[in-house]
Nanobody
Framework: EVQLVESGGGLVQPGGSLRLSCRASGFSFSTYAMAWVRQAPGKGLEWVSGINSGDPSRKYADSVKGRFTISRDNADKTLYLQMNSLKPEDTAVYYC?????????????????RGQGTQVTVSS
């Protein structure tokens, strides 16, 4: 059974930083591309970033490009999201999810694999 457990969220002031983690179990983590998605209050899910299974290729939504960095540790089965220069509009519940492929491809993103999420609140 695929299990993804997100952590690292919290309350931070605008301009601050947070590092989110996602611990994976129940599947071959190194085989699949992984993603971060988020859901702001009253809004739908928004894709944030994705990373391929093996090569360092990463993709980002325009809204976070240059501020967020996705990374993974295949040995530790953990996905990370370093978030810098946070803005109030980054406030959301953040989820990690797996793709059904080795590369980032919006057609293979398995949103049903999401964990419980971690709340990020950016406010002064």
């Amino acid at each position: 059974e695929v299990q993804l457990v997100e952590s690292g969220g919290g309350l931070v002031q605008p301009g601050g930083s947070l590092r989110l983690s996602c611990r994976a179990s129940g599947f071959s983590f190194s085989t699949y591309a992984m993603a971060w998605v988020r859901q702001a209050p009253g809004k739908g899910l928004e894709w944030v970033s994705g990373i391929n299974s093996g090569d360092p290729s990463r993709k980002y939504a325009d809204s976070v490009k240059g501020r967020f960095t996705i990374s993974r540790d295949n040995a530790d089965k953990t996905l990370y999201l370093q978030m810098n220069s946070l803005k109030p509009e980054d406030t959301a519940v953040y989820y990690c999810a797996k793709y059904a492929s080795r590369i980032v491809n919006r057609l293979t993103l398995d949103l049903g694999s999401r964990g419980q999420g971690t709340q990020v609140t950016v406010s002064s």
